[in-house]
């Protein structure tokens, strides 16, 4: 039970670092804002099939959690990479 309740208190975290990112982005429209706040979003969906796994699902949602987690880190380092500021 404890599991359960700090793995949605971490998919809320995320989730809400996901949202300030994106709103940010809207806002002053920095490209890095939107990778960031797209990876944020892809570990918040990867957190959520953690939940449902640990939950409801009887099945491993393992591999899928692990390719969503990996495409997630990719946009970010996509957006360090290519869409930083450059001095």
């Not at 409801?56 to 949602?61: D, P, R, T, Y």
């Not at 990996?70 to 957006?79: D, E, F, K, Q, R």
């Amino acid at each position: 039970m404890f599991q359960l309740v700090v793995t949605l208190l971490g998919t809320l975290t995320v989730g809400l670092c996901a949202v300030l990112l994106l709103r940010a982005y809207a806002s002053v429209r920095k490209p890095l804002l939107l990778w960031s706040g797209m990876c944020f979003a892809g570990l918040t969906v990867a957190n959520a099939l953690l939940l449902v796994e640990a939950g409801a699902s009887g099945q491993s949602l393992y591999t899928w959690r692990l390719a969503i987690g990996a495409i997630s880190m990719v946009m970010l380092v996509y957006g360090l990479i290519f869409e930083s500021d450059q001095p």
